[in-house]
């Protein structure tokens, strides 16, 4: 028993030294590095073309019933179902943990990491549309894997086997049994709601909505995130507006955090600038996903013939998420003076809303609990897809039970192991994808070009 704890020990142990390796230094500059890359060679355009993003958004909603377009889902829908994974813990604990271990400087640096992120954004789902395929059942199928495979050639297979590998493996982790045991964490601490019963109602949603296909998964997002990100973000304008006095003196600490270090005080240590950069990075790059890989696998299945069009469309993804929502949550812990609290994660969270509103604990409960839920639709898509790249079509019924049947295990369990791993996988997910995006970036640049230009040139 006792050389069965010690093996345990020493592979915890081992994943903790890869986890500091991969989201280390090099990581964080290779995926500002990249983004900033790609932002140059685009001349700022995802930042500059934001409005179009939006008015490409609002058309959408629904494909051009006048043109044959390929794919399975509206652009719209696209957006939702890559929102629906990437708006979850990350904007209501991850950033509570960004703030409360690199202090208030850490959320100027998510911002930056966003702004270059939606180039990141814009390219990779522009690469998924260019090179997705049509699988055995008529469906098109597209991400880092294919982007690698079909855009690089076969002799780069091998980067897009690892990426399907890492991401089909984070899905179990990230994407399903840690977001169940955020769920279950939440109703039971603001509910009562026992875990098993959580897991258990859980495994019936989410099983029913799988079996539906990337169509009933993306029908469920493109009602649900909408409705959920609005509640939040008036949730947490109203507290915003409470402290409305408050305000300035926020963001000039939020300021200037970034660039100096912050002594401690009340029940928090002290961060230096570092810090606040490095956590400040690495959980909006958690929480946008933007590099990682993921949400060019739901951009390919949109119904499009544009890579571009849908590349606007996917870059406000970024925007959405970090510009917005993290931004609410991050403003809201410093205005209310919580960060000082000692307090981490969704309890922070949950402290700051409820210092001004006599509901704001059970506000952040029902938004961490919805926003889990629909991370698990949306990753359990992303996993399908690259258990689909390894092992075909026969692949998916399998895949969809077993995804199915582990959301309890994750209500119930203790996941302090499978989170590190998660995270350590999301981490290698990014390496390929982002070796993926420079080589590919010549192929980008070109058709926005070629897209603008003949947009210019329409009477």
């Not at 030294?17 to 983004?35: E, H, K, S």
């Not at 990141?120 to 049509?134: C, G, M, N, P």
């Not at 297979?157 to 769920?183: E, R, Y």
């Not at 995006?437 to 897209?451: A, E, G, I």
């Amino acid at each position: 028993m006792e050389a069965e704890v010690g093996l345990l020990q020493r592979v915890v142990d081992f994943v903790h030294v890869i986890n500091d390796v991969v989201w280390g230094v090099p990581m964080l500059v290779m995926i500002l590095g990249t983004g900033l890359f790609l932002s140059i060679g685009l001349k700022l355009m995802p930042v500059l073309k934001l409005g179009t993003g939006f008015k490409l958004l609002w058309s959408g909603r629904a494909p051009d019933e006048d043109q044959q377009e390929q794919g399975q889902i509206s652009p719209f829908n696209a957006l939702m179902t890559s929102l629906s994974a990437t708006i979850g813990t990350g904007n209501i604990a991850g950033v509570a943990t960004a703030i409360a271990m690199g202090g208030p400087g850490a959320l100027f640096w998510m911002w930056c990491t966003a702004l270059v992120g939606m180039a990141t954004k814009y390219s990779e789902a522009v690469l998924a549309v260019k090179f997705r395929e049509e699988d055995a059942n008529g469906h098109h199928v597209g991400g880092p894997m294919y982007y690698i495979k079909n855009g690089l050639g076969k002799n780069w297979t091998w980067l897009g086997v690892l990426f399907a590998l890492f991401g089909a493996f984070a899905g179990f982790g990230i994407g399903n049994t840690v977001q169940a045991n955020s769920v279950a964490d939440a109703l039971s601490a603001n509910f009562g709601v026992a875990p098993w019963i959580t897991g258990v109602v859980m495994m019936l949603l989410v099983g029913a909505v799988l079996m539906g296909g990337i169509h009933r998964i993306a029908d469920v997002a493109g009602k649900l995130v909408p409705l959920m990100t609005v509640f939040y973000i008036v949730s947490g304008l109203a507290v915003l507006i409470v402290y409305a006095a408050d305000l300035p003196a926020a963001i000039m600490l939020i300021i200037e955090s970034a660039f100096t270090p912050v002594a401690a005080q009340g029940g928090f240590a002290g961060a230096a600038v570092w810090a606040a950069v490095n956590y400040g990075v690495a959980r909006g790059v958690f929480s946008n996903e933007a590099g990682l890989g993921s949400a060019p696998i739901a951009h390919a299945a949109a119904q499009t013939n544009s890579p571009v069009t849908q590349g606007l469309v996917a870059m406000l993804g970024t925007f959405i998420d970090t510009l917005i929502v993290c931004s609410i949550t991050g403003l809201a812990i410093v205005v209310t003076g919580s960060w000082s609290s000692g307090e981490n994660g969704a309890p922070l969270t949950s402290m700051a809303f409820g210092h001004a509103l006599p509901i704001g604990n059970y506000v952040v409960a029902i938004a961490l609990a919805i926003f889990a839920f629909t991370t698990i639709l949306g990753w359990s898509f992303y996993s399908e897809k690259c258990v689909q790249f390894l092992f075909g079509v026969k692949a998916i019924m399998p895949f969809r039970l077993i995804f199915t049947i582990v959301v309890p295990v994750g209500a119930l369990a203790k996941l302090d192991f499978i989170w590190l791993l998660a995270d350590t996988l999301n981490a290698m997910m990014a390496l390929p994808n982002l070796v993926a995006l420079l080589l590919l970036s010549p192929v980008v640049f070109k058709l926005t070009r070629s897209y603008f230009e003949r947009q210019r040139a329409k009477p």
